[in-house]
Structures are given as C-alpha cells and as structure tokens.
C-alpha cells in the first residue's frame, strides 16, 4: 500500500513514527557527507604505485624525448597511444594534458568566446545571444561554465537511452546555439549510457550553427561497476563520416582511475579542431606535465591494465551502490515517494522524491548531520523547476557510515513526504 | 683598431679573411642549436629524485589532507609556506598552482578579457582599445600573449635598473593602458634585475586605470649565476602601502629549478586579486595538481633546500656563460662591432650587433648549422626597430658544442658587419 492510498488514521499514526525517527536521527548528531563523487581512500590506494612513478633514471619517452624537460604540446606518445586503445581512436587525434579534463573544456568555451573556434564566423562574445544544450538532470560543472559565460541555457530531458535527440534536433535548427553538454556513458547523475542510435544521430544531423560544438564529457568511459565495459562510440569517426567533423570535443581522463587531483586528461578530436586548441595552448604555455604522463603510462603498462584497475574499483564501489538501493527499498519501496536509479557504472545514484520536496529533503538531512548535494544542482542555475532530484554521491564515505547516512536520508525523504500531505 | 676605422685595403683583406672563416664553418656541416632557454640533462638530472616523489605512503598534507584526492584551489599549505618563505611574503596571499606560471599568466588577461578583472568598470573585450606597456627588449611570450588578445603593445626601454619609469609615468596617464609585462629578476633577455628604487616607483605610481596591472613574472628570482642571491622585493607589500593593494599579479615557478616541464607555478597578490582569480579557477576546475606540490616540498625540505639546488645549477651554467663572453671578447672584441650583456643571473645573454645586420647574423648561422632564436623576438610583434639584437640561450647544449657554435656565431657577426660596409 502507497503513502497515497494511507487513510487519514493511518497516516496520522506514519506520520508521527516518522517524526520519532526523525527526532532520533538527529539526536545521533551525525556528521556524515554524501555530496562529493570522490574516490574513496581504499580507491585512491589503487594508485600508490604513482607516488614513486616514473622512478629515477625513468625520463625518456617513446620518441626518446626528456619528459623532464619543456615542450610537447600534444602530450607524450607513451600515454596517447596507451589512452587511444582504451578508447579505440586514432592516437593521432587523442592530446594528452595535465590532470584535468575540466579545464580543457572550460579553455575551449573561454577562447571561443574570446576568438571563436575553428568554424566560426565571429567570436561568440560577438553573437547577439548564445544559446546551450543542457540534457537534465546533469553535470552541475558543465553548467557552471556556460553560466559563467553568459550562455542561456536550454534543458531537453534524459530520456533511457540518452537525451531526447527530436527535442535536441529542434533546438539546433537555431544558429544561436552553439554547443551542448553531454555525458555519453554512466551519465552523472543519472548513470545512464546513450546508445549507439543517440551517439549516430548526434553525430550526423544538421545543425544551424557551423562552429556548434558538443562537449562530450565521456568521464565515467571505464568506470563500471559491474565488471562489463560498455562499448565506447568514436563518435568523432561517425561525425566525420556524416561530414561534420568538427562537431565533438571528446574528453576523458584517469582522474576516477589513479589519482583524482593528479590523474591525466585526454582530448579527442578532429585534426582541426585539434589544431586549432594546439595554436591557443601554444600561447597559453609551453606543454603539459610529461613527467606525470610517463608515470601513468609505466603504472598501466597497456589498456587491459586500464581495465584491470577498474575492476579493482567495481569490487570497492558495488557494494557501496548495492547498500544504497538496498536501503532505498527497504525503507521506501512500498511507500512509493521516491524512485532511484541502480546504475551499472559511474559515480552516483539519481533519487527522484515527491515533487516540491527534493530541497526540504536535503535541508531535514543537514540538520540532522547529513550534508547531501544541494537540491537542483543537476540542473542549470541549480534550478530543478520540479523541486524533485536528489544526487547521492556513495563512493566517499566507509559502507557503515554510508549505511548510516542513507537509513538517515530515507527517513527525511518520508517526513518530506508526510509533511506535504499536510499529516 | 675598430673595424670602422680601418682603410680599405685592411678592410678587403679582413674581409676575404671572415669569408674564408665562414666558408671553413659551413664545411663542418654543423647542428647545433642556441635558441632555447632549456635546462640541459645535467641540470635536469638535479631534480632525478623529484621522480619517485612524494614516495609511495606519503600522500598527506601538512593539513592532514589527502593530496590524492579532488580539491584545494590554492595549492598546499606545505609548499606555500616554504615557497612564501623563499619570496619572503605572506604564505595566505601565495597559491601553489601546476607547472606553468605562463598558464596563470594567460588565463589572468584572458579572464580580464572576457569578465574585467575585479578593478574593472568592463571587460577588456568592451574597451575601444587595450594597451599594454612591453619592456624591450623582453620575454617573447608575453608579447604573445597581449598579442592574442588583440592589445596595442607599447615599448619602453631596459635601463640599467629595470624599465625606463619616466617614460612608464607618461604611458599610464592613459586610461586605456591596463597593463605591463615585466621580469624583475634577472631579465629575459637582458639579465637585468630591477632596483628597489624602481620597484617602489611602479607601485606608488598613479594610474588612469584602475585596473592597470603589472604582470610580475619573477621567473629567475633565485636564478643566480655567481651563487650571489638578490634580494627579492616585495611588490605586493609595496603596492599595498600605495594604497594600490591590487596593481601586481606576480608569478614565479620551480620549472628552472626542479624539472622544466613538470614543477610547481605560484602566483601571488593581494587578497581581492586572488579571490577573484579563484573565484573563476573554481569554475574552471577543481585544484591543481597536489601530488607534485608535496613531491617538490619533500624534494626541498625548506627554503634553503631551494637556495642549494640553484648554487648546483650556478655550478653548471656559470662556465657556460662565462665561455660565451669568453668567446665574443676573444673574437669580437678588439672590432667593436658587437655589445653584449654578462648577466649575473637567468638564462639569456643579449647579444647587440651592428644596426641592421641582426637577421643577415641570424640567416648566416643558419646557414652554417648554428640554430639561433630569430632576430627581433625579444620585441612585440617581433619587430626590433633597429634589427639589432640577438638572444643567445647558453644553457642546453654542452661546453664542446656551446664553445663550437659561439665561435660560429662570432664568424657570422663579423661577415655581417663587413657585408654591411660593403667589403
């Protein structure tokens, strides 16, 4: 029986249990954090090896360059060869840079506006309006850059199989719309992966714009957690095959898979597109940090031990996402006031409560000790016009406290609930 | 005896004589490049045991953070501090960034581009003009820069105590001139180091523009070449006391001291500059790299640990620059037909020529195998109004190879002398 069909005695009678424990949660003084997707220490030991990587007398490269010293632009060839099997792409097209895939694409947007890209007519700063695609719920990083810039953003929904391509083919009949945001494969935070179908048809329609650009934040690639790969799309090829080539800015990088602040960041592309970002970096600096890409390139060895890494981190993370749905179904399933996702990889499980409560969810659990992401912001300007989506971040905390914070986090859910039923 | 105050029968017969020279050069089939201000392996190999650094069980920092991990915009608190002490300024106005200074360089004018900086009535993209004050001769990149972004660069002389600061008072009258580059320490490519005097007078000046700012890269601030250290002034400090606490952002970086390509930048300013700077770094991304930030402040252990690495590099570059002067004397010398610089620090030797024959030296060389950094790249837009000046970068090849192609060079000045008074 739902919390809908409860009469008023039986509601009255739920709703005082679930004051009591509520009461109780708080008298436990927690302090528990769900809101950051950061690997856990037991992760992060998976990559101990590094902190002694390349090793003295370690510094030439594949092409028999010193990677202590200045230059190189594209990044060595030891990991871009190494990264580019992973991937399945042409080594030639992959760059390799410094720790974080982030800062490229904030660079690519930031010196868009400033000059335009490759295929523009004008500098973006110079367009009347620029408009960008936001697929909800999503990145809140990736929507903070087109704030940042002044872009009006505009949501499609995420549909199964990926974001709502009719909606997204629509939108870019408008030349005012430049780019779009995705996450191709364990989405965050809806853990969903686009199909191949979304990938080609991405890929070949028609946009109005010739320097429209999707960012394809392709961060959770490997990151399963079940032991299965998915298959990663070129999309740059099918793009290139539908003549568009310029249309992907493909990123990707080892922060979920050695260390997180100090891991190696991919960018996958066109040639020129890649020519262009090169000639702008090459203003910018000199080359990214070899030294830490040579580590990562003997720490690896090849793209199974990729591979192998990340079933390491499968074997610590299932479990934690296992309790979290498991928790979720015992203490919310036959109420039906929320549903969640069970994602098969990524960093994060998307928890959709009563609508108009997401933001009273999240405020009952900081005041019983549990901080939990901010209602909203997987939508741009942390806005969430249904007030509905919750992210939960499993990966950080020990499963006892994780088991902690989401018995908590279901009893607000259920006084969120029992509190807009007006019992 | 000049070369000028020869008659013509002597100048004919030096003239054949440098032919003959020059001939004899080509016939060597030489390679040798003098155009980089790279470490060479030697130096290099000072900074070997950076590579297995923090070591494997060493990842936390000295404020029990997890250096692995995501987070911390500034930079650790243990290479800040032991940075600060090395600059001798306030640890809380210091970040610890990645690699590159230049990187931060860039993203401060392009960032002040597209937003204004937090002195600004509007961005720069919005003003009618930008102009931007350049010290010549001086360091390439930074013309580059404002060269990017479309900036009206505007010269002034290197007097023997740093930049002409009349000419400077004049300049910033202007409203329209928002900044200046400048390398206080040990100059790129003069070798010159700023006097305290002309350190107080560019922070006291007044300026028209309030966001007018002085970009203090201070990339050879320990750079000694005689194991002297120069004192290093605190701008900052300076320019706080003004009451223009915001007029420098100021730069330096281990990447000439620990490994060129993979070392720790730091920026430092006042408290609404940082603020602002992080401010957008934090949509930018989500810190910077802080396993090599504890790598190099284990590598250093204290801010003597830095002096004594840099009096081993004194040891390796002094016989270098010191054979280079050795040479032009020995060759030059009696003719009159070069000025040379002979630093006490940094990397460069700026090597004057006779008005108008700095390309046809640079063009020579190359013909005979002797790779030189192009004539006029140490003026905006790399235009040397009187085609004079050559930087000479010592630093890279070994003493056989330098000794080899100096003594090239000397040939390629003297027939470039003689061709110009037509013998």
Request: net charge negative.
């Amino acid at each position: 029986m739902t919390l809908l069909d409860f009469d008023s005695d039986r509601l009255a009678q739920f709703s005082a249990q679930v004051r009591a424990d509520y009461e109780e949660l708080k008298a436990k003084n927690l302090k528990l954090d769900l809101t950051r997707g950061k690997p856990s220490s037991e992760q992060l030991d998976f990559g101990e090896s590094l902190l002694a990587l390349p090793g003295e007398g370690d510094h030439i490269d594949a092409d028999g360059q010193d990677v202590r010293n200045y230059g190189n632009l594209k990044g060595i060839r030891d990991i871009r060869e190494l990264w580019a099997e992973v991937l399945g792409v042409n080594p030639e097209n992959l760059l390799a840079g410094d720790a974080s895939s982030l800062n490229i694409m904030f660079d690519l947007v930031s010196w868009s506006y400033a000059s335009g890209n490759n295929d523009s007519e004008r500098a973006w700063k110079d367009e009347e309006k620029v408009r960008w695609i936001c697929p909800v719920p999503g990145y809140d990083r990736h929507f903070t850059i087109s704030e940042h810039f002044g872009f009006e953003m505009v949501t499609v929904p995420m549909l199964e199989d990926g974001p709502d391509v009719a909606a997204i083919k629509e939108l870019v009949k408008d030349p005012q719309v430049k780019g779009m945001w995705a996450v191709p494969t364990f989405g965050n935070p809806t853990g969903i992966t686009f199909s191949e179908e979304v990938c080609r048809e991405l890929a070949t329609m028609e946009t109005a714009a010739p320097d429209f650009r999707i960012v394809w934040d392709n961060a959770y690639a490997v990151h399963t957690l079940t032991g299965e790969f998915p298959p990663i799309h070129d999309v740059v090829a099918f793009a290139e095959e539908a003549g568009n080539p310029n249309r992907f800015w493909a990123m990707s990088s080892t922060s979920k898979i050695t260390l997180a602040g100090a891991g190696v960041s991919f960018f996958h592309s066109s040639k020129a597109n890649l020519d262009w970002y090169l000639k702008i970096a090459g203003v910018r600096g000199i080359g990214p940090n070899k030294v830490n890409q040579l580590a990562h390139a003997r720490y690896f060895g090849n793209a199974e031990g990729v591979r192998a890494v990340m079933r390491k981190h499968a074997g610590s993370l299932a479990p934690k996402f296992a309790r979290v749905v498991e928790i979720m179904e015992d203490r919310l399933g036959e109420y039906e006031v929320a549903r969640w996702t069970e994602p098969e990889g990524g960093y994060f499980i998307s928890l959709d409560v009563i609508d108009g409560t997401a933001s009273r969810v999240v405020e009952l659990a900081k005041e019983a000790g549990i901080a939990l992401t901010g209602a909203g912001s997987s939508f741009p300007l942390k806005d969430d016009p249904n007030n509905r989506n919750i992210r939960l971040a499993p990966s950080l905390p020990p499963v006892e406290e994780l088991e902690v914070a989401m018995d908590g986090v279901a009893t607000c859910v259920l006084l969120a609930a029992v509190e807009k039923l007006g019992a």
